[in-house]
C-alpha cells in the first residue's frame, strides 16, 4: 500500500491567490482528517470527515478554508483567497473503519508558503 | 471538548539515558491516547497507544502509563539513542468521539551523544 498521498508536497504561491492541497487516503479507510501544523499552534485539526460526510469543521479558520471529499479515495482542502499566515504544513490522514478508535495514518504533508 | 496538556516542552536527555514526558486530559470519557514521533521535516507516525482498559503498555524500549483516575499519561523511553531524537506528540480521543483526536502541544526531545 502507497499509503496516504498528497499534492503538491509544495506550494508557493502568492498572497490572494487560491490554494488547493488534495489528498488520497488508503484504500479501505473510512474516516479522514485535515491537520495543520505551525510552530506557534503546533497539530491543529481543521475538519475531518466519515464515509466522506463533513462531521467536525470546528477548526477551520475562516470562510477562506473549504474541504470536500466527493468519493472514499479523494479529498481536497482550499484557500481562496490565500494570506501569509495561512503558511504552514497541511497533513491529510486516514483511518480505518471500526468502533473502536485506532490509529492515524499521516500523509506526507503539503508545505504552503503565502507570500 | 478535550484538552490535552503536555510537559516538558523540549527534553535533553544523555544517550543511554531514559525519558519521560507527561500529558494530562481533562474529559473523563477519553478512552483511547496515542503517541505520535515526527522527525524533522516529517510525517507524524504512531510509536505506542493505550486504551483505558490498561494502565501500562511496553514495546521494547518505550513503555506508556494511565492513570485514569488523575487523568493524565506518559511516554517512558529507557535507554535512549540519537535515533530517538524528534518531536513527540500525545493524543486522547474516546468512543463515539467521531474519531476525533486532540493533541498535546509537542515535547522535543533531544538525545546528547
Known amino acids: 500500500d502507497a499509503g496516504v498521498i498528497q499534492s503538491p508536497r509544495h506550494e508557493v504561491t502568492e498572497m490572494g491567490q487560491e490554494v488547493t492541497l488534495r489528498c488520497k487516503p488508503i484504500?479501505?479507510?473510512?474516516?479522514l482528517f485535515w491537520y495543520r501544523q505551525t510552530m506557534m499552534r503546533g497539530l491543529e485539526l481543521l475538519i475531518y470527515?466519515?464515509?466522506?460526510?463533513?462531521?467536525?469543521d470546528s477548526g477551520m479558520p475562516e470562510d477562506r478554508f473549504s474541504a470536500k471529499m466527493p468519493n472514499a479515495s479523494f479529498s481536497t482542502l482550499k484557500i481562496q483567497p490565500s494570506e501569509p499566515r495561512d503558511s504552514a504544513v497541511y497533513f491529510c490522514?486516514?483511518?480505518?473503519?471500526?468502533?473502536?478508535?485506532?490509529?492515524?495514518?499521516f500523509g506526507p504533508g503539503t508545505r504552503l508558503t503565502v507570500l | 471538548g478535550e484538552n490535552v496538556e503536555q510537559h516538558p516542552s523540549t527534553l535533553s536527555v544523555q544517550e543511554g539515558d531514559s525519558a519521560v514526558i507527561k500529558c494530562t486530559y481533562s474529559?473523563?470519557?477519553?478512552?483511547?491516547f496515542p503517541w505520535y514521533k515526527q522527525e524533522l521535516g516529517k510525517r507524524p507516525q504512531l510509536i505506542i497507544d493505550?486504551?483505558?482498559?490498561?494502565g501500562e503498555k511496553k514495546d521494547q524500549r518505550i513503555a506508556v502509563t494511565l492513570n485514569k483516575t488523575a487523568k493524565h499519561f506518559s511516554l517512558h523511553i529507557t535507554e535512549t539513542q540519537p535515533e530517538d531524537s524528534a518531536v513527540y506528540f500525545c493524543?486522547?480521543?474516546?468512543?463515539?468521539?467521531?474519531?476525533?483526536?486532540?493533541f498535546g502541544t509537542g515535547t522535543q526531545l533531544k538525545v546528547e551523544l
Open positions: 493524543a486522547a480521543s474516546k468512543t463515539g468521539g467521531g474519531n476525533k483526536l486532540t
Open positions: 484504500s479501505g479507510h473510512n474516516s
Open positions: 490522514a486516514s483511518r480505518p473503519a471500526g468502533v473502536l478508535e485506532s490509529e492515524q495514518f
Open positions: 470527515f466519515n464515509n466522506n460526510v463533513p462531521i467536525d
Open positions: 474529559d473523563s470519557a477519553s478512552n483511547y
Open positions: 493505550i486504551r483505558s482498559n490498561v
